[in-house]
């Protein structure tokens, strides 16, 4: 099993940034490729950007490229989700997850490993 508690959500106004956290427990954090994914009011969960167990490839949704970056330090098993010029419709609440196949990882699908979800507001 692994554990994973996401931090760092708020409300932002728009332009602003946040970066979020994702603390893991409960197996070797770097052999797992770890993801994104957010879920805004009324609307499926989606994936964001995902990060290979040893930070050396990463993959992001078209709608993200150029304004989030996603890395990892294995070293405090934390993953991050770095968020630049933010706008509202970027408002949901925002998961982190685990699987243990950076080819699933990939795919945006298949993460077999949740946490529980941060809340990200971007409002004047």
């Known amino acids: 099993q692994v554990q994973l508690v996401e931090s760092g959500g708020g409300l932002v106004q728009p332009g602003g940034s946040l970066r979020l956290s994702c603390a893991a427990s409960?197996?070797?954090?770097?052999?797992?490729?770890m993801g994104w994914f957010r879920q805004a009011p009324g609307k499926e969960r989606g994936f964001v950007s995902a990060?290979?167990?040893?930070?050396?490839?990463?993959t992001y949704a078209d709608s993200v490229k150029g304004r989030f970056a996603i890395s990892r330090d294995n070293a405090k098993n934390t993953v991050y989700l770095q968020m630049n010029s933010l706008k509202p419709e970027y408002t949901a609440v925002y998961y982190c997850?685990?699987?243990?196949?950076?080819?699933?990882?990939?795919?945006?699908?298949?993460?077999?490993?949740w946490g529980q979800g941060t809340q990200v507001t971007v409002s004047a």
């Open positions: 997850a685990a699987v243990a196949s950076w080819a699933v990882a990939m795919g945006g699908a298949g993460f077999d490993y």
């Open positions: 409960g197996r070797t954090f770097s052999n797992y490729a």
């Open positions: 990060i290979s167990g040893r930070g050396g490839s990463t």
